[in-house]
Each structure stands twice: as C-alpha cells, then as structure tokens.
C-alpha cells in the first residue's frame, strides 16, 4: 500500500487524537457514589472521535441506556500508563495496545481481557514503510540492511512476525530504535541510514512535510500481533454484570457501523466535525478502520488464546517481556456467548429508526 499525500494527511489526523490525560485528574473511584451504582469510567486513546467510532456509535443509538449503564469515556494517552489506572481503580476498564496489555499482565495477576477490540487484522494501524524511491517492493528486500523501529517492543515484535512469511528472521537484518515517526525518521529513510521503518500509522503523520512518499510492504494477511482490547480488573469483572453489559453495547455499536456504515458515517460528522471537513481522508479513515474491527464469524471480541500467545512468544523472543504471563488467567474466553447475546435483527431495526431521524 502506497503512503500517499491523502495517507499522510489522515495519519495527522490519528496522530491528532492522542489527547491528554487531564480529563483523569481527580476522578473519583469509579463505583463509590451511591448514585453511581451503574456508572462506568471507561479510558479511551480517542473517545468522541473517528477513530473509536464504535464507542460513539453505542453512545447515539442508546446501546449503554438500553444495557442499563452510564458510560463515562475519559482520554489517555502515553503519559500515564493505562493498565496502572485500571489495576488503581481509577478507570474500570480500558481500551488498551495488545503489547501494552501483555506487557502488563506480565507484572500483576489482577488484570484480564475479555474482548479484543480489532480482530479483522492489523494492515491498517501497523506498517513496515520505505521510500517510494528506493524501488524495494517486498520485505524480502531488506535482508543485511539496517531497519528502523519506532519502540524496541511493539515493532521489534511486529517485524519479528513479518519476516518469517518473507523467509527472513531477525538475524538476517539489523535493527536500531529511532522513535516515533518524524522528520527525522524521514531524514534517515531518504539519506539511506535506514531502509525501512516499522510503527504504526500516526509514525507516519509527518514525513509529507518532509517530502517523503513511501511503500508499505508489511505482508498481507499479517496476524503477528493482535492489535488490542479492553482489560478490567478480575474482581471487577467478577463483581458484577456491567462490564458485561457495557461491551455488549460496544459489540452492538460495531455491528451497527459494520452494516449500516452510514450510521457511523453521520454519528462522526456529529462528534468529529473537523476530521470531516476533509470528507475524502475522513471517509477513508473510516474504511479502513472498519476493516479491523471484523469479527472472524459472527461474534464480536472473540479473543483467540494462541493469536495472544504467538504474540507473548514474539515480545519475550525480543525482550520486551522478561517474566510472561499465564495466558489461560489474562484471557477470559468464557463471557463471549454473554456478549453477543442480543438480537441481530432488533438492533439493526434500532439502527434504521435512527437513519430515519438523522439523514
């Protein structure tokens, strides 16, 4: 896939949405008001935005009132990090990178993740990117050249997933962590210093205003990593029913955007008026975004143990984890058939009455 002018100018936009962890500050503990019985505080990298648009989509059509809950969705951002607000209780749940959450299982046993958020691929979100220029069209090129990692973690383990569908390994290239994507990345990828690139889409947002194009030559298909989901306390989650509830209004939210996409067409127009004065790039976001959030049958956030395994193995191979978790604890696969548990029929109904009101 070509990172073009378009492209680039989209990845502003996600990069845009990292917004700060302020909304946290003195947040009371989630559940301690009397009035709050079914009050949730859910942390978000992008809440009312294009790119969590199922979560918005839940809010308009009355998916977290139908469930019974209040949803309060609050922005993170690497600052802080995420899983620490979970296992502090200052969040109840939160949409969480896989790495990030296996990183953090690795630490504590009182976390679990019932529901991964994009199981339809992670083409989209990841890239392994050179320059248009330099004429190189497949991974299996950067074999002996020197390949540049935004974080020593994630990417390190992406590409570590990548090249062995090229008939590569990590031995065969070399590595160096040059950090998020920028116009110094763009530098290094021009002068030759790297060959390649690896982060995710909002790495890429500002090589246009280095004047770099580049090629994605990540593999098709590639399901090295899970992209994320949600984690919660185990207590939590055993608790009570209104996790439960709540990401069965997620699923219901991605049902909805997956088959009546001009729902979250007109949902986001709302929400995230300035995405949208640029309709092409917004419209492109959207599609692409969609694409991951495809459940692998009919339920949604199916949570595929050896997808998370394969994954823990990559980021132990590189380093990122030293002491792994017990993956049959961190995973709940268990409350699916409680999540997907509403009718098909009736919440597209609920949907067309509302495309009714709002077209």
């Known amino acids: 896939m070509k990172i073009s002018r378009r492209t680039r100018r989209v990845t502003a936009v996600v990069a845009s949405m990292a917004v700060g962890i302020g909304a946290l500050t003195g947040c009371a503990t989630p559940g301690t008001a009397a009035n709050d019985e079914h009050k949730l505080v859910i942390a978000s990298p992008a809440p009312n935005s294009l790119f969590t648009f199922n979560e918005a989509v839940a809010n308009k059509l009355g998916f977290y009132d139908d469930e019974g809950i209040d949803v309060e969705l609050v922005a993170i951002s690497d600052a802080i990090p995420v899983s620490g607000l979970v296992q502090n209780r200052q969040v109840d749940a939160a949409l969480i990178a896989a790495s990030d959450a296996l990183a953090a299982a690795s630490k504590t046993d009182e976390l679990r993740l019932p529901y991964d958020e994009r199981t339809g691929g992670s083409d989209f979100i990841y890239g392994i990117v050179v320059p248009e ?9 950067l074999a002996g050249t020197n390949i540049g990692l935004a974080s020593p973690d994630q990417d390190l383990a992406l590409l570590a997933s990548a090249l062995p569908e090229v008939g590569l390994t990590l031995d065969d ?17 021009k002068s030759g210093r790297i060959s390649a690139f690896v982060g995710t889409i909002a790495d890429f947002a500002a090589f246009g205003d280095a004047g770099l194009e580049v090629e994605n030559v990540i593999p098709d298909g590639l399901q090295g990593l899970p992209v994320g989901g949600y984690i919660m306390r185990a207590d939590a989650l055993a608790a009570d029913d209104d996790l439960i509830k709540f990401l069965r209004a997620i699923a219901k939210g991605t049902f909805v955007a997956l088959e009546r996409p001009e729902v979250a067409r007109l949902v986001t127009q709302e929400i995230d008026p300035e995405t949208w004065r640029e309709p092409e790039l917004a419209q492109f976001l959207l599609d692409g975004l969609s694409e991951t959030l495809v459940p692998y049958d009919t339920d949604f956030g199916v949570v595929d143990k050896d997808r998370w395994q394969d994954a823990q193995d990559l980021l132990v191979e590189v380093g990122a984890i030293a002491d792994p978790s017990d993956i049959d604890d961190f995973l709940v696969t268990d409350l699916i058939d409680q999540i997907n548990d509403w009718d ?16």
């Open 344 to 359: 098909r029929d009736e919440v597209l109904a609920q949907a067309d009455a509302w495309l009714e009101k709002n077209q």
């Open 173 to 189: 290239v070399k590595t160096t962590v040059v950090g998020a994507g920028g116009p110094s990345v763009a530098e290094s990828l």
């Open 133 to 141: 220029e330099s004429g190189i069209t497949s991974l299996s090129e």
